[in-house]
């Protein structure tokens, strides 16, 4: 079912006589508002026109919340293991090493550790024959290594290395069940070890040379890879993220600038300690190194010889996702989020139009554009459903008060140093903005902030879009652009949830939005995705204690919203200690392809195998109904 059937009138449109677009839909029993030209709604009629049955298009009943070291899922439902951490991507590649002992080279041709986002790629003319890439954001020490503690050797940080980055596997549906192809000429690891072009403002930058690479052009790896996004021209973005805690200095009278210590950079590192064996992570011998990494990196899936490209023109920050739109006129938009307390939310406009007959046409298309930054205003404030307006502030040097006075000599500095570009130009500051998604029914944005521990203190004031202080569950923002134009300047914005315990808590703040009750309440939304229905997924990466705030809300899950109602319902619990991140379907949305990342992450799991003793490692599974119908409908 769509989320509107194509010729039938909605409630609303019944009572109101409203069209189907140019506003932001209502919550579930929220009150939220809706716009038309820029008219006010009244709540009475949003409510009336939103509260009648309940969604018909999630086609399953909410399941329970768990903690078993297992997938649960409706009945009707199947999952299986596609791939898993060391799976050799060739033949005659060396099979995974569970005793730690495997080497650096042997990771580089398997498939890489904790698989995050990822998309799949549907090979032309074919249904049954795709490919997909993956990335595999960083890896766990205690398995990693048979001393399972940190690195003790360079060799231990080109293992830790060789894990990380992006997985390109083909996949295969036979006998109605999609397949990992080991020995395809499509498969490939680009990992921290991986040479890669830099493209856009930035590159040549002074600020990006190293005595390994006096041109600043070419990069020696891509890791932290979190989530990503996928081109209409038929090309993967992955998204550097955490990568400042890659780095630290063996200097201890080591001082850093002030760019430095906005990233997050800190001598001793963070649980990762690259740099006590390898001086490229080292920043008393290699500062311009770290400038090297936070970037999005466009990926051609299709030709395995292909060099990855660092696009500069979309900034530098910890890029969580990509979310891929276009405007009026035909030019690329990419919708970013910085997920860090108090960071902000990012757009990017190209400067010239998509060439959708010529796909070869668009790859250099990211390197020329205007970068923009989110400015929300204080909404009205409502303590269930908060609602309001914001623009976006360009990020060119020259402009805005960007210039020689604010510290930027010039664009590439802008870049370079996106995070304090976007304070001259007093953007709001964020709950952990994580991933973005667009509607592909009605244009909107979805964006979630996942949590902010430090919301209410100093130069984080509660209000407008982060409505709580020491945020511990997170929410789900939603804007819609004027004149539903993505190249428009100004926007609409709601809550489409705000999580919430209401076994523990009692209304809101912590009870959360009236769409969030005990059947379906969890913590620290991440992931999101879209199918082509119109039905929102929502992946959780939260607290998993089950206790305190967290009582009764199990391990990480995934959930179902539908949009226009608001209603949710919790579809999958994954296993023991996992995040429950990346997601992709199927062409004809039978298959729902979802990542487990670090099951066991503090041990208590042995997922997938389940064997005695057996090592937990990340996966993406497989999921299916068993009567072969369109997932979730």
Known sequence: MTLLEENQPTDLEKITGLSRRGFISAGALCGAAMFLGGNLLSRSVLAASVSAGSSKMLGFNSIAAATSDTISLPPGYKSSVLISWGQPLQEDGPAFDPSGNGTAQAQEVQFGDNNDGMSLFAFPGEHDRALMAINNEYTNYRYLYPHGGMPQSAADVHKALACEGVSVIEVQRKNGQWQFVQGSNYNRRIHGNSPLRVSGPAAGHDLLKTSADPQGNTVLGTFQNCANGKTPWGTYLTCEENFTDCFGSNNPEQKFGAAQKRYGVVATSKEINWHQHDPRFDLAKNPNELNRHGWIVEIDPFDPQSTPVKRTALGRFKHENAALAETGDGR?????????????????????????QDPQANRELLDHGTLYVARFDAGDSHPDHPKGQGQWIELTHGKNGIDASSGFADQAEVLIHARLAASVVNATRMDRPEWIVVNPKD????????????????????????????????????????????????????????AGNPAVHAGTPKGGSSNITAQNMFNSPDGLSFDDAGRLWILTDGDASNSGDFAEMGNNQMLCADPLSGEIRRFMVGPVGCEVTGISFSPDQKTLFVGIQHPGENGGSTFPEHLPNGKPRSSVMVITREDGGIVGA
């Not at 690329?332 to 010239?352: L, Q, T």
């Not at 130069?459 to 428009?488: C, F, M, S, T």
Request: charge should be negative; glycine fraction near 12%; include cysteine.
């Open 332 to 356: 690329a938009v990419v919708y970013m989020g910085d997920d860090e307390r108090g960071e902000f939310i990012y757009k990017f406009i190209s400067r010239d139009k998509i060439n959708h």
């Open 443 to 498: 244009g909107q944005v979805y964006c979630t902030l996942t949590n902010n521990a430090k919301r209410g203190e100093e130069g984080q004031p509660v209000g407008g879009p982060n409505p709580r202080g020491k945020n511990v569950y997170g929410q789900i923002l939603r804007w819609q652009e004027n004149r539903d134009d993505h190249a428009a300047m100004n926007f609409s914005w709601d809550l489409f949830m705000v």
